[in-house]
């Protein structure tokens, strides 16, 4: 008995005399079990299915001159993106923004090849392992790679510069198969400092502090000099975290 499977007119599974072959882009992802074909059971099983799959698939069995088909079956493979954000993300200058990206349903993106454009221009690449930056984006831009497994492929920026605004979308590539997620626009603006206006009243000899705060998140060392009359009366260093 000969078992052939298609999809439209390709065959993409043979069973001739014990033998298979399968057809091609189906390598490796194509089978029936053979120990219940006994039981004439003919079904085929597909493996790690792809958008290219989608169509109609039917089964001719030939037994001698006998042939027989059955009615076609219509397979429909989807996949999409899921982006969580649909306003723009607003960040400050220095600080960490995480560009949320992820799959739907959960898909291990390991083997598969991740592109992050901002524009027409790609700012982040992983392949086979491997990560290449983009011009102007080198040690700044990462996705966690333990998350891949989880479908996550969120990209990191750190250090953000205000000449990173602009609309980001992911684009993942397995064999034949690309999605495209939808954009997402990043808008990094200059923090501002927040200083309490008014009189403050001490005593000769008080210790005073004249409270002013920054409306980001400092990570790197910033000098604020202090003014008084238009003199420079002290210079401060810091880095730690300021209230919003």
């Known amino acids: 008995m000969e078992i052939r499977w298609f999809k439209g007119a390709d065959c993409v599974y043979l069973?001739?005399?014990?033998?298979?072959?399968?057809?091609?882009?189906?390598?490796?992802?194509?089978?029936?079990?053979?120990?219940?074909?006994?039981?004439?059971?003919?079904?085929?099983?597909?493996?790690?299915?792809?958008?290219?799959?989608?169509?109609?698939?039917?089964?001719?069995?030939?037994?001698?001159?006998?042939?027989?088909?059955?009615?076609?079956?219509?397979?429909?493979?989807?996949?999409?993106?899921?982006?969580?954000?649909?306003?723009?993300?607003?960040?400050?200058?220095?600080?960490?923004?995480?560009?949320?990206?992820?799959?739907?349903?959960?898909?291990?993106?390991?083997?598969?090849?991740i592109r992050w454009f901002k524009g027409a221009d790609c700012v982040y690449l992983y392949q086979n392992g491997q990560v290449t930056e983009g011009r102007g984006y080198e040690g700044r831009v990462s996705v966690i790679t333990d998350d891949l497994q989880r479908g996550n492929v969120s990209l990191n920026l750190r250090d953000a510069q205000r000449s990173d605004s602009g609309e980001y979308r992911c684009e993942i590539t397995r064999g034949t198969n690309k999605l495209e997620?939808?954009?997402v626009h990043l808008r990094v603006t200059d923090f501002k400092l927040v200083c309490k206006s008014g009189t403050i009243w001490h005593s000769v000899g008080d210790d005073v502090t004249l409270s002013c705060f920054s409306s980001s998140s400092l990570l790197k060392p910033v000098l604020f000099p202090w003014r008084s009359g238009g003199?420079?009366?002290?210079?401060?260093?810091?880095?730690?975290?300021?209230?919003?």
């Open 15 to 113: 069973y001739q005399n014990g033998q298979v072959t399968e057809g091609r882009g189906y390598e490796g992802r194509v089978s029936v079990v053979t120990d219940d074909l006994q039981r004439g059971n003919v079904s085929l099983n597909l493996r790690d299915a792809q958008r290219s799959d989608s169509g109609e698939y039917r089964c001719e069995i030939t037994d001698g001159e006998k042939k027989v088909e059955n009615n076609g079956v219509y397979l429909h493979v989807s996949g999409s993106f899921k982006v969580p954000q649909t306003r723009p993300v607003n960040v400050h200058v220095g600080e960490i923004v995480t560009l949320q990206c992820y799959l739907t349903p959960r898909t291990s993106a390991v083997t598969m090849e």
């Open 181 to 183: 997620s939808d954009g």
């Open 231 to 244: 003199l420079k009366v002290q210079t401060v260093f810091t880095c730690i975290r300021m209230v919003r």
